[in-house]
Nanobody
């Protein structure tokens, strides 16, 4: 069983930055992919950034290109999401997810079988 614990959410004004962290209970190399998803009220959960943890290749949703960066600290078993130039439409609950099997669509929530509890990000205009 993989446990994921997110932290770092909060409230920020438009144009500001936040960094989310996701601490995993296992070595990230033992997984196949980790990613960040978000869900706004009344909307479906969408993938924003993901990483193949075996080779480090990353994947990005068009809505956050050039603004969000995914990275990890292997020694700390921690995944990060650096969010810059935040917009009100980025307001959502952000979730960390992990998959221990081969993933084909890295930004599809259906590919992931481990989820954190989520952390709220609120961006005001």
């Amino acid at each position: 069983q993989v446990q994921l614990l997110e932290s770092g959410g909060g409230s920020v004004q438009a144009g500001g930055s936040l960094r989310l962290s996701c601490a995993a209970s296992v070595d990230t190399f033992s997984l196949y992919s980790m990613g960040w998803f978000r869900q706004a009220p009344g909307k479906e959960r969408e993938g924003v950034k993901a990483m193949n943890t075996r080779v480090g290749i990353t994947y990005t949703a068009d809505s956050v290109k050039g603004r969000f960066t995914i990275s990890r600290d292997i020694a700390k078993r921690t995944l990060y999401l650096q969010m810059n130039s935040l917009k009100p439409e980025d307001t959502a609950m952000y979730y960390c997810a992990a998959a221990a099997h081969i993933v084909r669509d890295y930004l599809s929530r259906d590919e992931y079988n481990y989820w954190g509890q989520g952390t709220q990000v609120t961006v005001s205009s």
